[in-house]
Nanobody, 115 residues
C-alpha cells in the first residue's frame, strides 16, 4: 500500500523558516521523481519543487528561498523553506511520480505565514 505522509507544517512569521518532510512507503522510492506542490485558497495546485537523481527544479517564486532534498535510505523527501512570505501560505502536498505508474499524493500539510 502506497503512503506519503507529510509533516512539519505550521504557523510561522514572515521571514521565518519551516522544514517539511514526506515519508514514503509502498513503492520503489529511489526511482521516482519526488516533488512538492502547494494549493492556496481559491487557486489551482502549483508546482513548488521536484527532485530526481539528476537534479532539482524550482518554481521561480521560490528559487533561492526553498531547497528540496531527498534521503533514499530513509524513503523521505524534504522541503526547507526560508525567508517565508505571506504568499507562501498554502496546503503543501508531497508527490511521487514515475511514468510507469503515474502519481501518488500525500494528504497535505498546512503552512501559514502570518504576523
Amino acid at each position: 500500500q502506497v503512503q506519503l505522509v507529510e509533516s512539519g507544517g505550521g504557523l510561522v512569521q514572515p521571514g521565518g523558516s519551516l522544514r517539511l518532510s514526506c515519508a514514503a512507503s509502498g513503492f520503489f522510492f529511489s526511482i521516482y521523481t519526488m516533488g512538492w506542490y502547494r494549493q492556496a485558497p481559491g487557486k489551482q495546485r502549483e508546482l513548488v519543487a521536484t527532485i530526481t537523481s539528476g537534479g532539482t527544479n524550482y518554481a521561480d517564486s521560490v528559487k533561492g528561498r526553498f531547497t528540496i532534498s531527498r534521503d533514499n535510505a530513509k524513503n523521505t523527501v524534504y522541503l526547507q523553506m526560508n525567508s517565508l512570505k505571506p504568499e507562501d501560505t498554502a496546503v503543501y502536498y508531497c508527490n511521487a511520480h514515475w511514468a510507469g505508474a503515474g502519481d501518488y499524493w500525500g494528504q497535505g500539510t498546512q503552512v501559514t505565514v502570518s504576523s
